[in-house]
């Protein structure tokens, strides 16, 4: 103990007597400090009066014993209206607050600009407000964005966390570019690195957009707010649970599992989570007999049948008149992605597993209070019944198997701590691996005076 006071005392007059007068404490990472909250920060480094390589990390927000985690935002310039690429404010506080509710502090700095409310910039941001930095994070436009700077012809998320990500930042910055459309990809949501600290949003070209009203649909502009919101809340909690070390079934690449209860989940990444208990059926009826269009089970009029009852209860005769049921969309889901009781979260693990050999249709998505799912369209509730209820998985579904939920929150990989205190932080982790999102079918609703 002795020793590493002396240390410390030696560090701490040595800094500030070639710190120009600044009455901070500068810390860097040395193996003798202890992080008792696992975050890989100091604890030292977290205390009123100190910073961390030239970070005021506590006036940023950093606490001892509490995990901190900070995210360097790089917004790509929008150069056009695309509501995609136009960071919400909103969307962070989304995501934070769930963060906050599970201890964990999640610090986003999007820098002096690109960050808005609507299709509006929003300015003289504090530390509150997502500016720590106090500088511009903001990246060139660029039509396409890739991983890696396989083309010459746009910019690759790698080569801008080279570029803009400064020495002292990678001590402890995770890097998200909020970025344009993919190039190969052309569609798809995003880009992350598993356990590792780079992702990248593309939530361009989506047909996000502050419209409205839509009187037909009973859509007013605060549903189409909260439908750009929601998108890009849960594709940046999604991205960032894969740099935290999440895979689409949690702890395994098998996707579309009903019971694994989190947005990793592509059934619940962009529609949220359903409710459990009323209609908690919604986004599983709707992928397996709407979207899954090279599944056996797509039988448009068996969707129909299983969502009469909802229609009839929650949507207008105009809706179900204008458009055919082959192009129905999620806006009739329990609170669905225009909502503001739109659900995301991780997973904490507390599901049944679900056996395709055998499954009990009357427990649902196994979650407590669940409420009947008709697994196999056939309008009844079995006690026994084999079918594989996540078919849409194209990847790494094994067929009929059993399928299990995850704790997502008390298994989140912190990559920081992972490096050990002293050690160098490098730069790049190129062996990580590469999670691409799929191309998702961007479905745009109509709004007032479009159709
Ligand atoms: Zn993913």
């Given at each position: 103990?002795?020793?590493?006071?002396?240390?410390?005392?030696a560090?701490?007059?040595?800094?500030?007597?070639?710190?120009?007068g600044s009455?901070?404490?500068?810390?860097?990472?040395d193996?003798?400090?202890?992080?008792?909250?696992?975050?890989?920060?100091?604890?030292?480094?977290?205390?009123?009066?100190t910073?961390?390589?030239g970070?005021?990390?506590?006036?940023?927000?950093?606490?001892t014993?509490?995990?901190?985690?900070?995210?360097h935002?790089a917004?790509?310039?929008p150069a056009?209206t695309?509501?995609g690429?136009m960071l919400?404010?909103?969307?962070l506080?989304?995501?934070?607050?769930?963060?906050?509710?599970n201890?964990?502090?999640?610090?986003?700095?999007?820098?002096?600009y690109?960050?808005?409310?609507?299709?509006?910039?929003?300015?003289n941001?504090?530390?509150?407000d997502?500016?720590?930095?106090?500088?511009?994070?903001?990246?060139?436009?660029?039509?396409?964005?890739d991983i890696?700077g396989?083309?010459?012809?746009f910019v690759?998320?790698?080569?801008?966390m080279?570029e803009?990500?400064?020495?002292n930042?990678?001590?402890?910055?995770?890097?998200m570019?909020?970025?344009?459309?993919?190039y190969?990809?052309?569609?798809?949501?995003g880009?992350?690195?598993?356990?590792?600290?780079?992702?990248l949003?593309t939530?361009?070209?989506?047909?996000?957009?502050?419209?409205g009203?839509n009187?037909?649909?009973?859509l007013?502009?605060?549903?189409?707010?909260?439908?750009?919101?929601?998108?890009?809340?849960?594709t940046?909690?999604?991205?960032?649970g894969h740099t935290?070390g999440l895979?689409?079934?949690?702890d395994?690449?098998?996707n579309?599992k009903?019971n694994?209860?989190?947005?990793?989940?592509y059934?619940?990444?962009?529609n949220?989570?359903p409710?459990?208990?009323?209609?908690?059926?919604?986004?599983?009826?709707?992928?397996?007999y709407i979207e899954s269009?090279?599944?056996?089970y797509?039988?448009?009029?068996?969707?129909?049948d299983?969502?009469?009852?909802f229609?009839?209860?929650?949507?207008t005769?105009?809706?179900e008149?204008d458009?055919?049921y082959a192009?129905?969309?999620?806006?009739?889901?329990?609170?669905?992605a225009?909502?503001d009781?739109?659900?995301?979260?991780?997973s904490?693990?507390?599901?049944?597993?679900l056996?395709?050999?055998?499954?009990?249709?009357n427990?649902?998505?196994?979650?407590?209070?669940?409420?009947?799912?008709?697994w196999d369209?056939?309008?009844?509730?079995?006690?026994?019944?084999?079918?594989d209820?996540?078919?849409?998985?194209?990847?790494?579904n094994?067929g009929?198997?059993t399928?299990?939920?995850?704790?997502?929150?008390g298994?989140?990989?912190l990559y920081?701590?992972?490096?050990?205190?002293?050690?160098?932080?490098?730069?790049?982790?190129?062996e990580?691996?590469?999670?691409i999102e799929?191309?998702?079918d961007?479905?745009?609703?109509p709004?007032e005076?479009?159709?």
């Amino acid at each position: 103990m002795k020793r590493i006071l002396l240390l410390i005392s030696a560090v701490a007059v040595l800094l500030l007597s070639c710190d120009g007068g600044s009455s901070y404490i500068n810390y860097t990472n040395d193996s003798s400090y202890t992080d008792a909250d696992n975050d890989g920060i100091p604890d030292v480094a977290e205390i009123s009066g100190t910073s961390f390589y030239g970070m005021p990390l506590y006036d940023w927000g950093a606490r001892t014993g509490q995990p901190d985690i900070f995210v360097h935002v790089a917004p790509m310039n929008p150069a056009t209206t695309d509501a995609g690429m136009m960071l919400q404010k909103k969307a962070l506080d989304k995501v934070v607050a769930k963060f906050d509710e599970n201890g964990i502090s999640l610090h986003f700095d999007v820098g002096k600009y690109g960050l808005y409310e609507g299709y509006n910039e929003l300015s003289n941001r504090g530390y509150s407000d997502y500016n720590l930095s106090g500088t511009s994070h903001v990246v060139p436009y660029s039509q396409y964005i890739d991983i890696s700077g396989t083309s010459s012809s746009f910019v690759s998320l790698t080569n801008l966390m080279s570029e803009y990500l400064s020495y002292n930042r990678t001590q402890i910055f995770y890097f998200m570019v909020m970025g344009s459309e993919q190039y190969t990809y052309n569609g798809s949501s995003g880009i992350a690195y598993l356990n590792d600290r780079r992702f990248l949003i593309t939530l361009a070209g989506g047909g996000l957009g502050f419209f409205g009203p839509n009187p037909t649909l009973g859509l007013t502009s605060d549903n189409f707010e909260n439908y750009v919101v929601n998108n890009q809340a849960s594709t940046i909690m999604h991205e960032f649970g894969h740099t935290l070390g999440l895979r689409h079934g949690g702890d395994e690449s098998q996707n579309y599992k009903p019971n694994y209860y989190s947005i990793m989940n592509y059934l619940y990444q962009l529609n949220g989570l359903p409710r459990i208990g009323t209609n908690e059926w919604d986004r599983y009826y709707y992928e397996r007999y709407i979207e899954s269009a090279s599944s056996p089970y797509q039988v448009s009029n068996l969707w129909s049948d299983l969502m009469v009852d909802f229609y009839d209860s929650y949507t207008t005769d105009q809706y179900e008149t204008d458009y055919s049921y082959a192009s129905l969309l999620p806006l009739d889901f329990k609170d669905n992605a225009f909502s503001d009781t739109y659900n995301m979260d991780y997973s904490y693990g507390e599901g049944g597993d679900l056996v395709e050999t055998t499954l009990n249709e009357n427990l649902g998505l196994r979650q407590s209070g669940s409420n009947p799912v008709d697994w196999d369209g056939d309008s009844l509730f079995e006690a026994s019944v084999s079918a594989d209820i996540n078919v849409s998985d194209t990847e790494d579904n094994a067929g009929v198997t059993t399928l299990h939920d995850h704790n997502d929150w008390g298994n989140l990989f912190l990559y920081f701590n992972s490096v050990s205190a002293g050690t160098a932080r490098t730069q790049n982790n190129d062996e990580a691996e590469i999670i691409i999102e799929k191309i998702r079918d961007y479905k745009a609703i109509p709004f007032e005076g479009s159709f």
